[in-house]
């Protein structure tokens, strides 16, 4: 399958500062990224859709202003954590999609795990 | 609003036996399913997908879709310990997106 990386696998903040989380497509292009979040014995939970080029699509309930996507680059998608607190602390994963439409496929990158001091 | 349902488990089975996880999801236009496979702790890695009714099969793994009973599962044949983890059942619909449900633990015991 396709890989997809993260960078830090884990971060340790203090309150009230930011954070930046990166994505990358090691051996292909991804137009779409996605961003999802998974706190402790639950599911994964969709943040926001991220296309190359354009703004983010986020989902009802996340934040746009907390929670900053970039996606300038055909390989790289990037996430800042604004302001960051203690409620923030949970384990956010990209994907990448490859393939279009009904039959594309997502791969996860390995994920980022953010603890909030 | 999408939902996609499996049973929390856990599921154990003795190694050697057949794992049967299953899934229903509510959103009859849904066309790709998927399942993902995850260890504690790790992020989820794609084991199958499925998008017409019917079996897939691949290796020890056999994906059954069933549209009209809007049901999904998966089946892991010849169960290691290994494979002790859990399991997501994935929905899309066409527009890249994906609902998840919240997984069944399966255990696997030597």
């Known amino acids: 399958g396709a890989v997809v990386s993260q960078h830090p696998s884990w971060v340790i903040c203090k309150s009230g500062t930011s954070v930046k989380i990166e994505c990358r497509s090691l051996?292909?292009?991804?137009?779409?990224m996605f961003w999802y979040r998974q706190f402790p014995k639950q599911s994964l939970m969709l943040m926001a859709t991220?296309?190359?080029?354009?703004?983010?699509?986020?989902e009802q309930g996340v934040e746009k202003d907390k929670f900053l996507i970039n996606h300038a680059s055909l390989t790289l998608s990037t996430l800042t954590v604004t302001s960051a607190h203690p409620e923030d602390s949970s384990f956010y994963i990209c994907?990448?999609?490859?393939?279009?439409?009904?039959?594309?496929?997502?791969?996860f990158g390995p994920g980022t795990r953010l603890t909030v001091l | 609003q999408k939902e996609v349902e499996q049973n929390s488990g856990p599921l154990s089975v003795p190694e050697g036996a057949i794992a049967s996880l299953n899934c229903t999801y509510s959103?009859?236009?849904?066309?790709?399913f998927f399942w993902y496979r995850q260890y504690s702790g790790k992020s989820p890695e794609l084991i199958m997908s499925?998008?017409?009714?019917g079996d897939k099969e691949d290796g020890r793994f056999t994906a059954q879709l069933n549209k009209a009973s809007q049901y999904v599962s998966l089946l892991i044949r010849d169960s290691q310990p290994s494979d002790s983890a859990t399991y997501l059942c994935?929905?899309?619909?066409?527009?890249?997106?994906?609902?998840f449900g919240k997984g069944t633990m399966l255990l696997v015991s030597p």
């Open positions: 994907s990448a999609l490859v393939g279009q439409g009904a039959k594309g496929e997502q791969f």
């Open positions: 051996d292909f292009q991804a137009t779409t």
């Open positions: 991220s296309n190359e080029g354009s703004k983010a699509t986020y």
């Open positions: 959103d009859r236009v849904s066309q790709s």
């Open positions: 499925i998008y017409s009714n």
């Open positions: 994935a929905v899309g619909s066409g527009y890249s997106t994906l609902t």
